[in-house]
């Protein structure tokens, strides 16, 4: 057990808040089909279901459908490219992550542990998703292989509306990088 | 008939510059570290790597081309190993781990692990309804 770099009540304070923006993220376009075929084109997916609207009609689905690990894609924010070098690829200038208190505290590495998604049902043309994240919880700091660090999770809810639509459950080491031996 | 212990068809997907750029991108996500092999190298990295939405957009693929157009996934867990670059080849081996006789459907649990020549990428668990008389 290693004491505390930052102090626990500033990570509990965290359980809750907004992973992202406040009010929470639209997607920039409906779901679509030059964004799916993209996508399987991409992954080479060729379930009819996606593209093809006589396949999808015979099926359970009964229209085209979205491939279902997309729902992340829909809402991803437009990038700016100026600049997206200095800013480590986020996509916009923005400085209120929750994860600045880590980097803040020397723990600037960052990798990603577990994704679990969960769908409640497919998504069809036409509908627009909206997203929005929180912080469910933050581990004691651990010494992992790779460093001190933290490990955060959060959980994004997708909806069409006001339906849920899929959720996303992430979690992610922040570490402080060891000097190499 | 879906049995528990049933091993899903392995797959094996060479990975190259290219796919893991069109991934990248297909999924909006413009992570130089995803499509810049310069900032890669400058950033601690050998090379581009794939980029997580990729990643479940493979374990999709892999889980519906064996469950079929009438599947639907219901929930896709993983967790995260090592990087795929270029030049590797994502390998696929699934297995049943739990069938549930719904009316209509079944819904089957499947544990899975994507790897390269570098070691698990992926591991993880799926879960999928299939229509009964499918």
Redesign the interface.
Known sequence: MTEETIPRASLDAMIGRPMGPAEGSTAPDPVNLP?IR??V?????H???YLDEQ?AAE??HGSVVA????L??WV?A??S?EG??DR??A?RASDDSPLKIFDDAGFGGS?????????E??LRLGETLTSSSEVESISEQKQTRLGLGYFITWVSTYRVGDEVVGRQRFRMLKFRPEAAP | MTTVGDRLPSAAYVMDTTRIVAGALASRDFMPVHHDKAYAIDHGSPDVFMNIMSTNGYCSRYLTDWAGPDAMLRSLSIRLGVPVYPGTTLRFEGEITAVDQQPGEQVVEVSFTASTEHGDHATGSASLSILADS
């Open positions: 964004m993209h996508w084109a991409a992954f080479d997916d379930n009819p279901v396949a099926s359970r491939p279902p690990a997309m992340q894609t991803m437009t990038p490219l997206i070098r480590g690829g996509p990798l990603a542990v577990n994704s679990e998604l969960t769908f049902r497919y």
